[in-house]
Structures are given as structure tokens and as C-alpha cells.
């Protein structure tokens, strides 16, 4: 098969966590474009080296290689038009709000609580990257940002209080059917549902309808 993505996966290779690679699989199925799956870890730099950078996802579609999942998300919609838009109802400039939102916000609530639990669930090879790297970049310990797990957690509740009102009314982001908007979203939940020791979205009934609509509609 010549269209591989390379995707990120913990020391269980079916674990498989990244929300940005979520992203572009469900863009993927959406596109109906077939792939191939290579399994790739936080020290596995060489593997993407043709990309020119050092994080996935990364997709190689023939000769041609593209890294950062936005960037991808816009290949894909250019390259294949004849097959159903990424966009959908949710014209791009409203797709960008929700990318920005969603890395802005819902990622930073979600990253306090399931870095513990993702340090835990690594391949030992990549603990020390890990480490060293989000502890560097949140100015304290793994141990330190387990501590303050409660008040992470209530407040992730509260950042989810758009989604939820949004799915109250309508079945998806993008409108009566997902899109890149959708994609985007569920990426960052589904990386908090593989993750987190806890079930974050537990009594969030129209959120976990809408992710399970989501996979169903891919078949996946």
C-alpha cells in the first residue's frame, strides 16, 4: 500500500493515544482512503526523518510526505475533492475556531490530568523523554501534576460545558453529520477515554453518544 501514517502508540502497540492521529484516521475513513499504520514512539525520530520534524502524525502518500495534522487535514481535502468534504456544514474559517479551541483550552484541561497516567503506560524507552520534556514544560514534577488531579478534573467538567450544550441540540459539531470539526474533538476526547486511569466522561451521556456516532459513522 503506498499512503502509510505513522501514529503514535504507548508500550501496549494497540494503545494507540494521540489525539492529533486520531484526527487524520477519522479524516482518513472519511475520505474512504486506505492506509497503512506504522507504529512509532516518543524517540523513534529517524522513522519520520524525511518529514523534516520530529512528531507525528506524519502521512506519506506516494512520494509525498506531510507532517502537522491541520496541514494534513488540507491535503487530503485538496487532493481527493470527489470524495466527501472534511468541512462538511462547518465552513473551514469555523473549523479553525474549534482547532483552536480545542488546543488551547480542552487540551491543557485534559494534559493535567492524564500525564501521570500516560508516563505510566509508555514504553520504557521513552519514560525519560517524557519526563524530562513535560516537566520542563509545565514547571513541575509527573508526581507533583498526580496531586492535583480533583481540581483538574472539575475543571475539565467545566471546559466541556460548550460540547455539551452544542450535542444537546445537534447531533454533531459540524451539523447532522461529522466533519473536521467532529475529528477534532473527538480526537482530544479519545485520547482522555485511552488514557486517563478514570473514566472522565462518565455520566456525559450526549458526549458519549456523539463519539460513539462518530466511530459508527466510519465503521470503525
Not at 45 to 72: E, Y
Not at 106 to 123: E, K, M, N, Y
Request: glycine share 4%.
Amino acid at each position: 500500500m503506498s499512503r502509510k501514517l505513522y501514529e503514535l502508540t504507548a508500550a501496549d502497540e494497540n494503545l494507540r493515544f494521540s489525539p492529533y492521529c486520531w484526527r487524520i484516521k477519522l479524516a482518513l475513513a472519511h475520505k474512504n482512503l486506505p492506509y497503512e499504520t506504522v507504529i512509532w514512539r516518543f524517540t523513534d525520530k529517524d522513522a519520520i526523518a524525511a518529514s523534516g520534524q520530529g512528531k507525528v502524525p506524519v502521512l506519506v502518500d506516494g512520494k509525498t510526505v506531510i507532517h502537522d495534522s491541520q496541514a494534513i487535514a488540507e491535503y487530503l481535502e485538496a487532493m481527493y475533492p470527489n470524495e466527501a468534504s472534511l468541512f462538511g456544514e462547518a465552513a473551514a474559517a469555523i473549523t479553525r475556531f474549534i482547532k483552536s479551541w480545542a488546543e488551547d483550552v480542552l487540551h491543557g484541561a485534559i494534559a493535567r490530568i492524564v500525564l501521570p497516567d500516560i508516563f505510566s503506560q509508555l514504553h520504557p524507552k521513552d519514560q525519560p523523554y517524557f519526563r524530562a520534556s513535560r516537566e520542563q514544560a509545565w514547571g513541575m514534577t509527573i508526581e507533583e501534576i498526580a496531586k492535583q488531579r480533583e481540581t483538574a478534573v472539575k475543571h475539565f467538567k467545566t471546559v466541556l460545558a460548550p460540547l455539551r450544550s452544542t450535542l444537546a441540540a445537534q447531533p454533531f459539531i459540524a451539523g447532522t453529520a461529522p466533519a473536521y470539526a467532529d475529528h477534532i474533538v473527538f480526537g482530544a476526547l479519545q485520547w482522555a477515554r485511552l488514557m486517563s486511569s478514570t473514566d472522565l466522561l462518565e455520566g456525559e451521556t450526549a458526549i458519549n453518544d456523539w463519539m460513539a456516532a462518530v466511530l459508527g459513522a466510519y465503521g470503525l
